[in-house]
């Protein structure tokens, strides 16, 4: 190798190792990346315990996913547990997240993300919801979590 092939190589080397960090970056964010949604809701005033439809509004999706549309909350209670099956559909796709709340602490409120549509088909979270103002006019609702 002459010495102008070398030089050109060293040149190089800088270029490639940005190159390769930036796709490293990327795949890591790719990998766990942050999400919000934010919800505003009417409730039907009534405790639905039975898998029926217990309010209805509109969720603004931000962070990896950028989406915003209606969504319907669905409600099933067996004992001391409340889950809320929460579909949300935009533009690119729906969401069902599936909220866990344990009525007798009322803390955590774990949410996985059961299934996807369209954009959303291989999308997998998990986080919390971390505003439950169900007894507001309208009731607002906060999940917080990261998505692959």
């Given at each position: 190798m002459s010495k102008r092939n070398v030089v050109l190589s060293l040149a190089a080397a800088p270029a490639v190792a940005v190159l390769i960090s930036s796709c490293a970056a990327a795949a890591q964010n790719v990998a766990h990346s942050n999400l919000t949604v934010q919800c505003s809701e009417n409730i039907t005033g009534q405790d639905v315990t039975d898998g029926g439809v217990a309010g209805t509004g509109h969720c603004t999706i931000t962070g990896?996913?950028?989406?915003?549309?209606?969504?319907?909350?669905?409600?099933?209670?067996?004992?001391?547990?409340?889950?809320?099956?929460?579909?949300?559909?935009?533009?690119?796709?729906?969401?069902?997240?599936?909220?866990?709340?344990?009525?007798?602490?009322?803390?955590?409120?774990?949410?996985?993300?059961?299934?996807?549509?369209?954009?959303?088909?291989?999308?997998?979270?998990?986080?919390?919801?971390?505003?439950?103002?169900?007894?507001?006019?309208?009731?607002?609702?906060?999940?917080?979590?990261?998505?692959?």
């Open positions: 990896i996913v950028h989406d915003s549309g209606p969504d319907t909350d669905y409600r099933t209670q067996n004992g001391e547990t409340a889950l809320i099956r929460r579909v949300v559909t935009g533009a690119k796709g729906t969401i069902t997240f599936v909220i866990t709340i344990n009525l007798a602490s009322g803390g955590g409120e774990p949410w996985t993300i059961k299934s996807g549509t369209k954009s959303y088909a291989k999308l997998h979270g998990r986080g919390y919801q971390v505003v439950d103002n169900y007894q507001g006019s309208p009731a607002t609702f906060v999940l917080k979590g990261t998505v692959s």
